[in-house]
């Protein structure tokens, strides 16, 4: 199927999508703030550039789109069905890059959360992520991933 845009006018559509200060992580910073934790967004002392940073806890969470970052088993990961080979490429090189830096992190002393976009549509399901990742902070696990098919699905 051919796209219904010209090249140039999808080319300003897709610059226009942000790659910080997204509503799933607005609204993810503002449930934490509410607990009482305190934290830097977007530290360039830290590998990644993760979107949240706790440097008391010495660790990182990422806010996933999951689009963009390709969520397994997750009805919002679509694929585009024009330009194919390029946006598997694409999201083959975003899957790759989220890998190296989780993997970078962890090597290097950070703990490291992920959460997906799917896991903060809603406000209970904010909440609920921001309780998890409260939890998580003061525990010893090194890693979190927060959104699942439970949360794809409600």
């Given at each position: 199927m051919a796209d219904i845009v010209d090249h140039q006018t999808r080319s300003r559509m897709m610059?226009?999508?942000?790659?910080?200060?997204?509503?799933?992580?607005?609204?993810?910073?503002?449930?934490?703030?509410?607990?009482?934790?305190?934290?830097?967004?977007?530290?360039?002392?830290?590998?990644?550039?993760?979107?949240?940073?706790?440097?008391?806890?010495?660790?990182?969470?990422?806010?996933?789109?999951?689009?963009?970052?390709?969520?397994?088993d997750c009805p919002y990961t679509t694929s585009p069905t024009t330009r194919a080979d390029f946006w598997q490429a694409k999201f083959e090189a975003n899957v790759a890059r989220d890998n190296a830096v989780r993997q970078k992190l962890l090597e290097s002393g950070w703990r490291v959360a992920t959460v997906w976009e799917c896991a903060v549509r809603k406000p209970a399901q904010v909440s609920a992520s921001a309780a998890k990742l409260s939890a998580w902070l003061c525990s010893e696990e090194l890693q979190i991933e927060i959104g699942g098919n439970n949360a794809c699905r409600s």
């Open positions: 610059a226009g999508i942000r790659g910080n200060n997204t509503k799933p992580e607005l609204a993810l910073r503002r449930a934490l703030h509410a607990r009482g934790l305190r934290f830097r967004l977007h530290s360039t002392k830290v590998h990644g550039r993760p979107d949240i940073v706790f440097f008391k806890y010495n660790a990182a969470i990422f806010v996933h789109g999951c689009f963009w970052h390709r969520h397994e």
